[in-house]
Structure formats: structure tokens, C-alpha cells
């Protein structure tokens, strides 16, 4: 990380490679979300969640037998900046 940081300071032209890069991990662009209410649905997550950027995927894990929410999803985001603007949210 600290060669990075050094690369991009002497070259602020490399900023946005390593961004791209970044944002092509879909690990610095998911999302876990538990505690929800049995009754969560895929669109309900997505209009919530959408106001921080656009997403991706979304994921609201239901159990098969009930086909209720299990109280917990993921999203994943398209940019990292959706990511990280969720993330300050209570």
C-alpha cells in the first residue's frame, strides 16, 4: 500500500488506474446487511440502497422452505463510492 501511495504522489496520473483496479474487486464493492425484517424483498433493498450509488447486484437471502427473508443480504455496488457512502450510514 505505502508503494502506491509513493507512486501516486510522485505520478497523480496513476490515481485513476488504481481506482479502476479497485473497482473492478468486487470485494471492496460488497455489502453485508442483517437484522432485517422477515418481510425484506429485493426492490424494497434496492430503492434504499440505490441512493448511494447504483448497484450491481442484490442479494436478500430467503429461506426455501418459508420463501421469507432470513434477515440478511448483500449488495454489491458498481463503484467503490456507493460502498463507502452506505458505510457511514447507520
Known amino acids: 500500500m505505502a508503494l502506491i501511495k509513493k ?3 510522485k505520478h497523480p ?3 485513476e488506474i488504481v481506482r ?3 473497482n473492478a474487486n468486487p470485494a471492496h464493492r460488497k455489502i453485508f ?3 432485517l ?3 425484506t424483498i429485493v426492490e424494497t433493498l434496492t430503492f434504499v440502497f440505490g441512493k448511494y450509488g447504483e448497484i450491481e447486484d442484490c442479494k436478500a437471502i430467503t429461506d426455501r422452505v418459508f420463501d421469507k427473508s432470513k434477515g440478511y443480504a448483500f449488495i454489491l455496488f458498481k463503484h467503490r463510492s456507493g460502498t463507502r457512502k452506505a458505510l457511514k450510514q447507520p
Open 13 to 15: 496520473d496513476l490515481i
Open 37 to 39: 425484517g422477515w418481510d
Open 20 to 22: 479502476e483496479l479497485a
Open 7 to 9: 507512486g501516486v504522489s
Open 33 to 35: 446487511i442483517h437484522n
